[in-house]
Every structure is written in C-alpha cells, then in structure tokens.
C-alpha cells in the first residue's frame, strides 16, 4: 500500500501534524499494512477528526485513515447485535437504522464520530447516568496488533486488553470490527423539557433530581456570569416519543463559509450571545418535541461551525470532577475562567454514572463540565490553571479533548495508568503505535 505525505489537523484547528498517511479500501488491507511498517515514530489511526486535541495526530510517523473502512457488516434484530467497521459514523448508523427503530447504545455530541474513535475514546452521551459509556456496549472488537495479527478482543477472553484498548487512544492497535447492541426506541423524535436554571447551586441540584428520572439530560451554562448568576443557564432533559413515525431528516446543509475574524468572539459578543440564548424561550420553561438529530447532534446542524474560531483555532476543556467535589470544584473553575474574562459560549454541564471499563476511560461519577476558548495568547495558562483545579477537586480532564495537559497531571488524574503501561509493553514493546498525545503524556513512562 502506497502512502502520501499529507497535514492532518484536529477539530480544534489548533493542532496539525505533517504524516505519510496510508488509506486502506478494505479491512483485509490493513493487517499487511501494520506487519510491513516501523516507522521509528510509529502508526497511529484517524477517522473523521473529530478530536478536539492531538491524540489522532503523528507528526513524522505514519497514519492510518479509516474513513473508507465504514461498512455495516451484519445486524441480528432479535438480539440487536450490529457488526461494523470501524470508519462507520453514528450518522451513517442513525441514517439506517432509526427507520427500523433502533440507535446507538450512547451517542457523543457529533454524528461525525467513528465507531472505532467510539471505542478509542470510550465516549459518553446524554444518558452516561443509565446506559454508561461506549465501551459497556462492546460485545467484541477485532484489533491489529503491532506484528500484524488480528486478534478478537472481548471483556471475557482478552479482559486486559479489551480494558487497554477501550479508551486507549489508539495506542494498542488498530480497531477493523466492533460488534455492539443498538438500542431500541419508539420513534424517532425526543420530548424535550428545558428550564432555566438561576446559579450553579440550583443546576446541580436539579441535576441530582434528575439523574435517576430521565434518560437524557444536559445543561447549557453561561460561563460568563458572575456573583450570584455564576453557573445560571439551561437544563434540558429528554425521553423518546411514545409513538410517532420513523423519518429521519437529512443532514445538515448549511456550512460557515469562512474563517470568521479573531475579533468577532469577545466578551461582549459572547455575553450578548449568552443573555439572547438564556432568553431564547419565554416563561421559566418550556417543553417540545424535536428529531433525534437535533438532540444528540445539535452542534452538526452547522457544518465547518469549528471555523467560528477563525483561523487560529479553540481549544476544548473537558474535565469531569466527582460528586463530592462537584460544587466547590465547579464554582472555583468557573470563578477561574470568569476572572480571565475568557470567551467560552459553547459552555456544557452533564452528570456521569459509573467508571468507564477502560484503564484510561474518562467517565467517573460525577459532573462533567466542556468549555471552548479561542487560541490567543494566555489560552495555556488558563487551561493550566483549570487542570491544577480539577487535580486538586480529584477529578480528569478528557483526553480525546486534550493538548495541553502535563505528563504530571495526567498521572495524577488516571489512576489505572501503570495497569495500561504493561499491557502496552507486553504487545508493543517496539513501540510500533505511537502519537502525538502519547509523546506529549510519556505515556509509554520516561524515556
């Protein structure tokens, strides 16, 4: 298989990476394709790029690109056990599926996610509190292992490696199949109830009511509000129509044409965004009812919308603090990022329910909280900062997120990292896979 050099970039914008990249047409492809490479700065595999930070990036080494490997395999209706590729997107999977009254067990916040980045990441959705995240779906994966053998993958043969590669970024191999169980439901739109929410203590208080009643809940928080408005914002929660038909419409059309000017995101604009989306609604709450993809996906509505940003990029932080630190941890990173006046209007609160199954899973019980800044000067320090929060609140930052974190923090955020390294070493000592994130984290240990 010949590769092309080629500048891949993450969705952030803000990291890019110079690689020879490889596109394989059929899954038989790739196998021959890992056994014939070492590469002195490894593999590593890319979808759809949709991380936000450099954990799919290889700069100087070499990539796999998934995006063609996107075939549905099989489906058992009784069962509800799908086999796919792993370049197939949740869109693509919506697209068929939901007409036939099934959907992905847990959905992440963009329909432009792979599968096998489903499993890389172990991503979580709006109903993290009952189904978990996506590794709990996983019945088995096919994996190539560095030497090019594949080897099927499953919490019960391979439950080493099943927990290494379920959140391990990428770096045990590369993901050909999945087998998982699609959930079904009872239409294909959602009743949605949203409620403003005054300050954070109320949000994480209706939050607590919430997390055992309904399926789906999310909030929207103003991170530019202060004194006794810090944390004020939206939650919405949401279950599945009783009854109704099974279209689904098409995907989004419209697009940012352009790169928007550095200028154009500020704190006034962003607060005057702020006061017009609190207020998008009248009274204190409403309740509608709206296709599935406008619930999971709300962001793919517009596409290149990560050109917002203009040309320098964003940066995502993503991190999630456990419940009993949650109020006094949010309120300091919030307070934090207030003080800087830092321009986040893409501002997220969740909660989570249970550990990830991966040694390297992001999800422990508690709130999750996103936040978007533009890449300006003075973007590091303030992510800095917010990572000493959440270390010192005794929480994680998420890596499929992540530029920025220390190998330091890091360590102290992922308490499972020795049980990972030794599965690493055990089928990679040659560190044949390798990335961009895993440089930067040490991950393998200290040179």
């Not at 432009?112 to 779906?137: L, M, P, Q, Y």
């Not at 830092?342 to 899973?361: C, I, M, Q, R, W």
């Not at 270390?391 to 890596?399: A, E, F, K, M």
Request: hydrophobic share 40%; charged share 25%; proline share 7%.
């Amino acid at each position: 298989m010949n590769g092309k050099t080629l500048r891949l970039a993450s969705w952030g914008r803000l990291y890019r990476a110079e690689t020879l990249a490889y596109r394989p047409e059929r899954v038989g492809e790739v196998a021959a394709a890992v056994a014939g490479r070492s590469h002195p700065r490894g593999l590593i595999a890319y979808g759809r790029g949709r991380s936000y930070g450099d954990a799919p990036l290889n700069s100087g080494g070499e990539t796999l690109l998934t995006e063609r490997l996107n075939r549905l395999l099989s489906f058992d209706e009784s069962s509800r056990a799908l086999v796919c590729e792993a370049g197939v997107t949740f869109n693509e999977l919506m697209s068929v599926f939901l007409p036939r009254g099934f959907l992905a067990p847990v959905s992440p916040g963009t329909g432009f996610a792979t599968i096998g980045g489903a499993v890389a990441n172990d991503v979580h959705g709006k109903n993290h509190d009952h189904a978990g995240s996506f590794g709990r779906h996983v019945e088995w994966l096919d994996l190539v292992l560095p030497a090019g053998e594949v080897r099927r993958v499953s919490r019960q043969e391979t439950p080493d490696l099943f927990a290494a590669t379920v959140g391990g970024v990428g770096l045990t191999g590369i993901i050909l199949q999945v087998c998982f169980r699609l959930t079904p439901v009872p239409s294909s739109r959602l009743t949605v109830h949203e409620r403003r929410i005054p300050n954070l203590d109320a949000f994480i208080g209706a939050f607590e009511e919430q997390r055992s009643r309904a399926t789906y809940s999310v909030g929207w928080i103003d991170g530019l509000a202060r004194g006794a408005a810090m944390g004020r914002g939206i939650l919405e929660t949401a279950e599945f129509a009783e009854s109704g038909a099974f279209a689904v419409p098409p995907g989004p059309s419209r697009r940012v044409p352009l790169d928007l000017p550095a200028f154009a995101l500020n704190p006034l604009t962003v607060r005057a965004f702020n006061e017009l989306y609190f207020n998008r609604f009248r009274g204190d709450a409403r309740t509608r009812t709206v296709p599935a993809r406008d619930f999971f996906y709300p962001l793919d509505a517009l596409r290149d919308w990560n050109r917002i940003y203009g040309r320098k990029g964003f940066h995502q932080f993503q991190c999630v603090l456990p419940n009993e630190a949650a109020r006094p941890g949010l309120r300091r990173l919030l307070t934090e990022v207030s003080a800087a006046r830092a321009a986040s209007f893409l501002a997220v609160l969740k909660t989570l329910g249970d550990e990830g199954p991966g040694y390297l899973s992001f999800p422990m019980r508690g709130f999750t909280l996103a936040l978007d800044f533009p890449g300006r000067p003075g973007a590091p320090d303030l992510l800095a900062r917010l990572q000493d929060i959440v270390c010192d609140h005794g929480g994680r930052v998420y890596l499929a997120k992540d530029a920025v974190l220390t190998p330091e923090r890091f360590r102290r955020m992922y308490p499972k990292l020795d049980a990972f390294r030794t599965v690493l070493g055990s089928i990679d000592p040659e560190c044949r896979f390798r990335s961009d994130l895993e440089r930067r984290l040490r991950i393998r240990g200290d040179p």
